[in-house]
């Protein structure tokens, strides 16, 4: 059963992210990889927010729980569309495109679940 939570999570957060990517897209363009940047740095956030304010609360079933974490948020954010849109713009000579999307996505992950997590727990103070 576990497994049948963690694939309908998995199917909501792949089309979260595609559905935010082609938005990116449309507004912003293809120069810069937008999308994933704010698909990472949001799930980042997210993550961080979920696992203080609600999983450390131990009121969700743990089933729900990790079809959150791991089904949804795992097939949201992309670590692997990083990399490759990474080793993309190096191709491309893009050095500095490349250079501020690698520290941007590395910092702004971290201080993003950091936020998340004070932001939990600000929630459970509460």
Avoid at 76 to 86: A, G, L, M, P, R
Avoid at 101 to 119: A, K
Wanted: charged share 10%.
């Amino acid at each position: 059963m576990l497994y049948l939570f963690i694939g309908i999570g998995g199917i909501i957060g792949s089309m979260l992210r595609y559905l935010v990517s082609i938005i990116a897209v449309q507004i912003w363009g293809k120069d810069f990889p937008l999308g994933t940047l704010l698909i990472n740095l949001s799930g980042s956030f997210f993550l961080g927010w979920f696992t203080s304010a609600i999983v450390n609360q131990k009121k969700m079933h743990p089933y729900i729980l990790t079809a959150i974490s791991t089904g949804i948020v795992g097939s949201y954010t992309t670590f692997s569309t990083f990399c490759f849109e990474t080793v993309h713009l190096f191709q491309m000579e893009n050095y500095l495109k490349a250079f501020f999307y690698l520290l941007l996505s590395l910092f702004g992950g971290l201080f993003f679940v950091r936020l998340g997590v004070n932001v939990g727990e600000q929630q459970i103070k509460k």
